[in-house]
């Protein structure tokens, strides 16, 4: 699938406590999770994501994005807030497992993530993994995904894909 | 080639004979976890599935974060797992009076045990590598996969071995080796790996050390931390673990990417400064940093031994005025051997809240928030921007010495301080 949208750009170890504080997980409804999304970061305090992001926007990370709590709340909140992939360095795995299982397409793409600036408008193929950024005219590849992974995310998550497979 | 514990659990439960790093595997679940806020969304997904529960007795649910029930949402998720264990004759379901946090009570009613594999859909499942198992975080879905399934889906890691030397000084505690070891490998230095521990060291280490240090290896990025069994580990599980398990060692020629030693005799009491675990900086080189709060117990810290410690430092002294101390055993069990070796009666005379057994403050849930600009000395396992509370508050990681004696003095300090 390929898409456009504006970055978010974060920095390394954006952790799930800052994705979606544990003060909201009194709830797990996706869309009241996203109206708290990213609210005690420091990065982007001028103009808060939850109030700004705009459906198709892309949340760019750098590296271990999403580490502490397996909170699936964090990547719902995400998804739900109309980001449809995030891009980081790499990810912390139990998000990352998340991210694959709940259908939202997570990309590595190591150090070329430096040549992502906030604001920069990209276009993503999540099924090849390619991104071009329009802004700057770079070009990256992330890693596919490995083997019966993938299948789980062609399928839209794990869900679906233990529905039709197992 | 040789296998590590890791590879070996995940190749028997996979029904191989061998696996290496990198492959992609399906194995079957030995015990599978969730709390009052991990559980409800697992739930819901398991009812996408529409199967019925693969074993009621292999699920454990344990509502701990947000109970006694914070507020009438939490009380309503609380509600929702009361009503799935019972609907389903869930046998490890634990009620408020019975319950206790959830990585304390598993290993401590034997309902983890050596070469089991458990997943938990809360991040400090990890904890169990202690007994010698493999355990490992995950997220609601793969949970609720799970209790239908009893199957979840594994990439095999690489694995770093940290190689264990030397004695424990004085008042040098499992939570100081841990801290140690983010603070050499980083927060993300165990990315997607397993961390195994080996060497003459790891006799030194009482079981409670040992639970604290896997406890945190998710702290470094890790899958698991994992200890080999030997005397102690049979010693703990005797009695407790009642279903047959096969413990697990490495092969002389086992794999590991790389190789962490620490020798214990050169520790000194540290603490992990705000905003990342792996800030480690050693107490007696961090000048005066004075505290508003000191937190006491978690599924890091909150054993009996950890009570003891503090216990320790605590008889005889009060907490110093300026300070909020709030203990927190994490079971049940716990606390009653503490009130009858008498460490609760020391506890209140110095000055201490004991709350009962909850999660609370540790994710900045309930029993003791921090308002803007507060600082607190915890033995919880995570100090990230806003997690006990206001997004200016700040969090100091140590072990329950430290803790102690920083409540006592007002200050982050060493335990040899308090005179």
């Known amino acids: 699938m390929s898409l456009e949208g504006k970055v978010w750009r974060y920095g390394d170890n954006i952790d799930t406590d800052v994705i979606i504080p544990a003060r909201y997980l009194n709830s797990f409804e996706p869309k009241e999770l996203a109206a708290h999304c990213m609210e005690d970061s420091d990065e982007h305090q001028e103009a808060s994501f939850a109030a700004n992001v705009a459906a198709g926007d892309v949340m760019v990370g750098g590296r271990n994005f999403g580490?502490?709590?397996?909170?699936?709340?964090?990547?719902?909140?995400?998804?739900?807030?109309?980001?449809?992939?995030?891009?980081?360095?790499?990810?912390?795995?139990?998000f990352y497992r998340n991210g694959i299982n709940i259908g939202l397409p997570l990309l590595e793409i190591g150090s070329d993530v430096e040549k992502i600036s906030h604001g920069d408008k990209l276009r993503v193929d999540t099924a090849t993994g390619m991104i071009e950024n329009l802004t700057t005219g770079d070009v990256f590849h992330a890693q596919p995904l490995p083997g019966f992974v993938q299948d789980i995310a062609k399928a839209g998550g794990l869900i679906n894909y233990i529905k039709e497979k197992r | 080639m040789g296998m590590n514990m890791t590879e070996k659990i995940l190749a028997r439960h996979a029904g191989l004979d061998a696996v290496t790093a990198g492959q992609l595997i399906f194995c079957r679940l030995d015990m599978v976890l969730a709390?009052?806020?991990?559980?409800?969304?697992?739930?819901?997904?398991?009812?996408?599935?529409?199967?019925?529960?693969?074993?009621n007795t292999k699920i454990a649910l344990v509502p701990d974060h947000f109970t006694p029930n914070k507020d009438i949402?939490?009380?309503?998720?609380?509600?929702?797992?009361?009503?799935?264990?019972?609907?389903?004759?869930?046998?490890?379901?634990?009620e408020i009076g019975r319950v206790g946090i959830e990585h304390v009570i598993l290993p401590e009613k034997g309902i983890v045990g050596p070469g089991m594999l458990t997943i938990g859909a809360d991040s400090h499942t990890c904890t169990y590598g202690a007994v010698n198992g493999f355990s490992t975080g995950v997220g609601s879905t793969d949970l609720g996969v799970a209790m239908a399934t009893g199957e979840a889906w594994f990439k095999v890691p690489k694995a770093i071995k940290v190689v264990l030397t030397g004695k424990k000084p004085k008042h040098i505690c499992g939570k100081d080796v841990i801290l140690t070891l983010i603070g050499m490998i980083g927060v993300?230095?165990?990315?997607?790996?397993?961390?195994?521990?080996?060497?003459?060291?790891?006799?030194?280490?009482?079981?409670?050390d040992r639970l604290t240090i896997s406890n945190m290896a998710i702290e470094a990025g890790g899958k698991n931390g994992?200890?080999?069994?030997?005397?102690?580990?049979?010693?703990?599980?005797?009695?407790?673990?009642?279903?047959?398990?096969?413990?697990v060692a490495p092969d002389e020629d086992a794999v590991y990417e790389r190789v962490v030693e620490i020798d214990l005799s050169q520790?000194?009491?540290?603490?992990?400064?705000?905003?990342?675990?792996?800030?480690?900086?050693?107490?007696?080189?961090?000048?005066?940093?004075?505290?508003?709060?000191?937190?006491?117990?978690?599924?890091?810290?909150?054993?009996l031994e950890d009570l003891q410690q503090a216990a320790e430092i605590l008889r005889g002294h009060n907490v110093h005025p300026d300070v909020r101390c709030i203990v927190i055993p994490g079971s049940q069990q716990v606390y009653l051997e503490a009130m009858k070796a008498g460490y609760v009666e020391t506890f209140i005379n110095a000055g201490a809240a004991v709350s009962t057994p909850t999660c609370g403050p540790c994710l900045g849930a309930h029993m003791g928030i921090l308002a803007a600009g507060e600082k607190a000395v915890s033995t919880t396992n995570r100090n990230f921007r806003g997690r006990m509370g206001h997004v200016d508050s700040e969090v100091y990681l140590a072990g329950p010495y430290v803790a102690a004696a920083s409540a006592v003095l007002g200050r982050i300090a060493v335990p040899e301080e308090v005179k």
């Open chain 2, 188 to 208: 993300d230095g165990a990315l997607y790996k397993a961390i195994e521990f080996a060497g003459e060291g790891v006799a030194e280490l009482t079981m409670t």
């Open chain 2, 226 to 247: 994992i200890f080999p069994f030997d005397d102690i580990t049979r010693e703990y599980v005797e009695g407790r673990v009642q279903q047959p398990y096969e413990a």
């Open chain 1, 67 to 94: 580490c502490g709590s397996s909170r699936e709340h964090a990547p719902v909140a995400i998804k739900a807030s109309g980001v449809p992939v995030v891009i980081a360095a790499d990810f912390a795995r139990i």
């Open chain 2, 73 to 94: 949402k939490a009380a309503g998720l609380a509600k929702t797992v009361r009503e799935f264990a019972k609907k389903h004759s869930i046998k490890n379901y634990f």
């Open chain 2, 267 to 303: 520790l000194t009491p540290v603490v992990a400064f705000p905003h990342l675990p792996g800030n480690t900086h050693p107490v007696a080189e961090i000048g005066e940093i004075k505290i508003d709060q000191v937190v006491i117990g978690s599924c890091t810290n909150g054993r």
């Open chain 2, 35 to 55: 709390n009052d806020v991990t559980a409800p969304p697992a739930i819901k997904e398991f009812e996408k599935i529409g199967r019925p529960v693969f074993d």
